[in-house]
């Protein structure tokens, strides 16, 4: 499956986003999908993991409360809803599915080319 991740950019602290990522090629409800994030100088780091069907869900300590995960099989296409930004959300974002049924914070198979994001204090 290929996937195209989008909306990012600058905001202010406090602020919020929705990414969003577009699947094609495969059969998307298939795929667990999952969010990751690379800040600066840092490594990956596992934000948010949604199953096939979109019943469970699971986050980071560092993202709960603020983000949420979310898909549409019949538009292919997964979700990220950043509320409350903080300056140290600022990373590149990313895109991954897997083939699985568990929510797993490694072993994605496709990733997409990464969006960044940037929060200002």
């Known amino acids: 499956v290929q996937l195209q991740a989008s909306g990012g950019g600058l905001v202010q602290a406090g602020g919020s986003l929705r990414l969003s990522c577009a699947a094609s090629?495969?059969?998307?409800?298939?795929?667990?999908m999952g969010w990751f994030r690379q800040a600066p100088g840092k490594g990956q780091e596992f934000v948010a993991g949604?199953?096939?069907?979109?019943?469970?869900?699971r986050y980071a300590d560092s993202v709960k409360g603020r983000f949420t995960i979310s898909r549409d099989n019949a538009k292919n296409a997964v979700d990220l809803l950043m509320n409350s930004l903080k300056p140290e959300d600022t990373a590149v974002y990313y895109c991954?599915?897997?083939?699985?049924?568990?929510?797993?914070?490694?072993?994605?198979?496709?990733w997409g080319q990464g969006t960044p994001v940037t929060v200002s204090s």
């Open positions: 991954a599915a897997r083939i699985g049924a568990a929510i797993a914070d490694s072993g994605y198979d496709s």
């Open positions: 090629g495969g059969t998307f409800s298939m795929y667990q």
């Open positions: 949604i199953s096939r069907s979109g019943a469970v869900k």
